[in-house]
Every structure is written in C-alpha cells, then in structure tokens.
C-alpha cells in the first residue's frame, strides 16, 4: 500500500512537471518579444517580407558576422542571431505595406515591382505610395532635382506612381535623399519604394544621346501663341506636365511626362502647318538642375556606373548604397558594399538626434536616420573600419544615453555611390562652415535658411569668432546646400561658406587613453635603450682604462725585476 502511495506520488509529480506545474520556473512568454519586433514590419527599409530570415535567398546569406567567434555562436547575420535567441519559427513573418502596395500596384498595371530584390541589374524607377488622382505631376516634380526624368506614370486605382530617371545615378540620389527628408505633396507624405531594374531601348538611348529629353522648346512665337493655345495643341502627343510661356522672348517650354512623348511631338510637329515656322526642339529637364552639383560625369552615359555594371554581370563589383534597403547601385572599390551601418536600440524617449551624434565617436557618419517613435537609430560611417570601432565599443564599454545603455547591431551592407564618394575625398562632411556672420545672425535663422536642403541636426553660432556651423544628418543633404545656398539667398553670397570637422570623427577617449600609453610606453623603451647604450660606452671606457693601468703596472714590474737582476 505505501509502495502504491509512493508510485502514484511519482507519476503525479512527473505530470505536473509535464504540465507546467509549479514546482518548475514558468517559462517567459514570447509575445512580448513579438511586440517589439513587430515595429519592423512597417519600417520601409526592410523589403523582405521577413528581414531575420536565413536561408540563400537572404541578403545576409554570404556575410559573416563580425566577431561573431567571441559570442561562441554560429550564424550568417545578425539577425538571426536574435532569431535562435528566442526558438524556432521567431520573428514571425512580417508584411512591408510600401512594398505591398508597390507589388499590389505592379501586378494590376504590369508596371516593375517595387518589391523586387534587385541583384545585378540597376534599378531607375522610384516607386511612390499615397500619390492620388487629385494630385498634379508638377507638385511632386518640382521636388526632383537629381537627374532628367525619363517618365512619369500615375496609377490612380492604386493610389501611387512610378517615376524612372534616365540614370539609375540619380534614382539613387533621390532615393537616398527622401530617406532623410520627407517628400510631401499637398500635405500628405509620399512613400518611396523601388521599381524593377528595366533597360532604356535601344532607340530611345539613341535619341537621349543625340540630345532628347521630355522638354521640347518653341521659338518664334507670336502673341496667339498662349498658354492653353500650346497646351491644346501639344497634347495629342501625351500628358503634359508644365507649360513655361515667356512673352518678352517669344519662346515657351513644354515639358512632358515621358520622353517618348517629347520625341512625338518634336519629330511630327513640324509637319502641322500652324506650326511650321516655329522654332522646334528640346530643352533642358527641369528636374536636373541640380544635377552638376553630383558631377555630369557620374550622371552621363559615360560614367564609372557603366563599367561597374559590365564588372557586375560577370560576378564582380559591389551594389548598395541604401543602408536600410537591398543593394542597388554598382559602386567600385574601395568604398564599394561593406559593412557600414550600425543599428542603436533602447534609445531614451526624450532622446534627440544631436545626444545620439553627441555619443558617437570614432568616424565620420555618411547618414543618421532617428526613428524617434521607435526609439532606434541607423547609423551609417564613410569608413567601415570606423563601424567596426564603434560596434566593439558599443559591445565592450557600452554606449549610453541619458542613462540608457544602447543596444547595438548590425545594418545591412552598402556602398556610397561614386559622386559621394568624389565629394568625401575632397573633404565633404555633413557639417557646414559659414565664417563672416554679422551679429544679427540667430540659430533660428540658419535652422530656418537650411532646412530646405535636409534634415539639420543642430546649429552653433560662435559670435566671437564670427563663424557658425550647421550639422545636417547626411552628408547629401550638406551637398546640396553647399552648392545651393550662395545662389539662392544672396545674404549668403559674401559669406565664407565650406565644409566643417564632423565632431562624430574624433577619436574615443579609450582610443586617445590608449595612444597616450602606447606613446609613453615607446618613449619609456626608447630611453632605457639609450640608458643601456650610455652605460655599455661607460662599461667600455673603464675597461679600456683598467687595461691600461695594467699594462703600465706591469711594464714596472718587469723593469724592477731587470734593476734587480743587475744588483
């Protein structure tokens, strides 16, 4: 009976320990670590549908962790590091509503999709999300600056609209450019997102490099010729964006939405009688008047793209600049797809961008990207080598924000496009030096004249010195305003105005701490050396004079001994 006891006893205690009793520490729920990662799922950078996933198709398929020996774990990423932290089937598979909506808009419309991984090819297309039937093509394009367009296709059942460059160049620039700045029309913000690589056909590369754009230019025309006039007779070749007419020239500018409908109307309206005597042929894009500021040679046929390309094909070169999304633009060598973005977590909630570029030391940042509702950062360094600093920093000691330490990862890998690339070793940073201020200049006066050209993470004035510096959070956006500024304010015109000291690159207290003491220790050396050295010529010289003395004692010696001898 007591034998039967204990026997039952047992297998009700292996039950309850099958059952979760509470004899055993409960296990901690998962759900919370869902929550968190869930914010992923709605962060347009990530265009997989489950960005911790492994497996070939994952970008991170081919990159080694960094360190990862020290963690005595074995993974491909530094995602899935986190995903083996939490069991099998974790994180759970994430929906990206840009690309969603970009896929959705692709496959109703036959148009590329933006939620392609892009491999070899290059893509030229934007993908733009929340752009309604109401709203014109000239608000948004009057916001493009980077490049000549080659078209412009709105898709209203979809509620979006794709814009391919000529270049994938400038597609790049703009891209990285709304991935600090919001692009906004009539109030509402417009999504980006990526198109399929496509290729220009061979007859409209032709007429490209003969010239064409999506422009066409009017001349000698009289005063019937108006607006609406040009307009209603223009649009049987295709949509039109804008109608420029300047009466004092007598010339007007019509820019359409492709260039293919430029062709059109440049190659058959001569044929019109009305319009046989016009001057007819093309103009400049209006969305590349910025574009000399990159460098025509990155933005034109012949650039170091195309050979990056034709490496690319073969299995070489290096894609990416986006740190948020897949690989896009072929770069070279050395600043060509590298580790270089870092991912901050745990951010304190009244933490700004200016405490976070205040914590960083150890190398120029090419980009900071502050998701303040999310509390986490991107940081992305000029030098890969500094990422790497930073991170086994922010590992070791620790980074720490109003009292918060951060959490530290990995971004994904990218490359800094060539005309960035140019503008960096020529000493661009994304700080802006403007020396020669007057005294009524005011903080909230720089903030305000350089907003318009990026995101500004904090302004300094130095009245005494007479100088300012305006930091912006990319080194594009400090481009832009470098090149820009003069011409459109002319209080800037008189004012010394270039590139300043990143205060990001200046070195960690533990690397100058650790060059004092490898300084010390080789001054320390170099002094016993010579110590050693004074003392072996010392050494030598009493020698050399016991050797001597020796020598003179004995030469007596001998001469008493011979005086003896003779008594």
């Known amino acids: 009976m007591k034998r039967a006891a204990t026997e039952q006893q047992g297998i009700s205690s292996h039950n309850a320990l099958n059952d979760g009793g509470n004899n055993k520490k409960p296990r901690i729920s998962q759900t919370n670590y869902g929550d968190v990662y869930a914010q992923y799922g709605i962060m347009s950078q990530y265009g997989s549908s489950n960005p911790f996933a492994n497996g070939a198709n994952s970008p991170y398929a081919t990159y080694g962790q960094p360190n990862s020996s020290m963690y005595g774990v074995g993974y491909a990423n530094p995602q899935s590091m986190m995903a083996s932290q939490y ?95 919001k692009l906004i029309v009539n109030n509402v913000e417009i999504k980006i997102g990526w198109g399929k690589a496509s290729n220009l056909s061979a007859s409209l590369r032709a007429q490209i490099q003969r010239g064409a754009t999506r422009n066409v230019y009017l001349g000698r025309l009289d005063e019937k010729d108006t607006e609406d006039r040009i307009r209603t007779a223009l649009s049987q070749f295709g949509p039109i964006e804008q109608v420029r007419v300047i009466p004092e020239k007598s010339i007007a500018f019509v820019h359409f939405l492709s260039i293919h409908s430029a062709t059109k109307c440049v190659s058959q309206l001569p044929d019109d009688p009305e319009w046989k005597e016009k001057r007819i042929s093309y103009g400049r894009d209006h969305c590349a008047d910025h574009a000399d500021q990159y460098g025509t040679a990155a933005l034109s046929f012949q650039t170091p793209y195309t050979a990056a390309a034709a490496v690319a094909a073969t299995g070489g070169g290096g894609f990416g600049f986006d740190p948020y999304g897949y690989a896009m633009q072929p770069t070279m060598n050395p600043t060509g797809t590298r580790q270089r973005t870092l991912y901050f977590g745990n951010i304190h909630y009244d933490a700004t961008c200016e405490d976070i570029c205040n914590s960083i030391r150890g190398g120029n940042l090419l980009q900071i990207r502050y998701l303040i509702d999310r509390h986490i950062a991107f940081v992305t360094f000029t030098d890969p080598n500094a990422a790497m600093t930073v991170f086994n920093l922010a590992s070791t000691t620790g980074i720490s924000i109003r009292g918060k330490r951060l959490r530290v990862g990995w971004g994904k890998p990218s490359a800094i496009p060539n005309q960035i690339a140019v503008a960096i070793q020529n000493g661009a940073t994304r700080n802006i030096y403007i020396g020669g201020i007057g005294e009524d200049m005011t903080v909230e006066k720089l903030r305000k004249d350089f907003a318009e050209y990026g995101e500004i993470e904090m302004v300094n004035i130095y009245k005494e010195k007479s100088c300012a510096f305006v930091n912006f959070t990319s080194i594009q956006s400090a481009i832009h305003a470098l090149n820009s500024i003069s011409n459109s304010k002319p209080e800037y015109a008189d004012l010394k105005i270039n590139f300043g000291k990143d205060r990001c690159g200046t070195p960690t207290k533990s690397s100058l701490k650790s060059r004092e003491i490898r300084d010390s220790q080789l001054q320390q050396e170099y002094l016993r050396e010579k110590q050693s050295g004074q003392q072996a010529n010392t050494n030598g010289n009493s020698n050399s004079a016991a050797a001597a003395t020796t020598t003179t004692n004995n030469n007596n010696n001998n001469n008493n001994a011979k005086q003896d001898n003779k008594a």
């Open 87 to 181: 069991g099998a089937g974790y994180p759970q598979s994430f929906v990206n509503p840009v690309a969603a909506a970009a896929a959705a808009a692709a496959a109703a419309t036959g148009y590329p999709s933006a939620n392609t991984m892009i491999s070899a090819d290059t893509s030229r297309t934007i993908y733009l999300g929340n752009f309604s039937a109401n709203m014109e093509p000239y608000e948004l394009l009057k916001q493009v600056h980077t490049g000549p367009i080659e078209s412009f296709r709105i898709v209203p059942d979809k509620n979006c609209a794709f814009l391919s460059f000529v270049e994938p160049a400038a597609a790049q620039v703009f891209y990285q450019e709304h991935m600090a700045r």
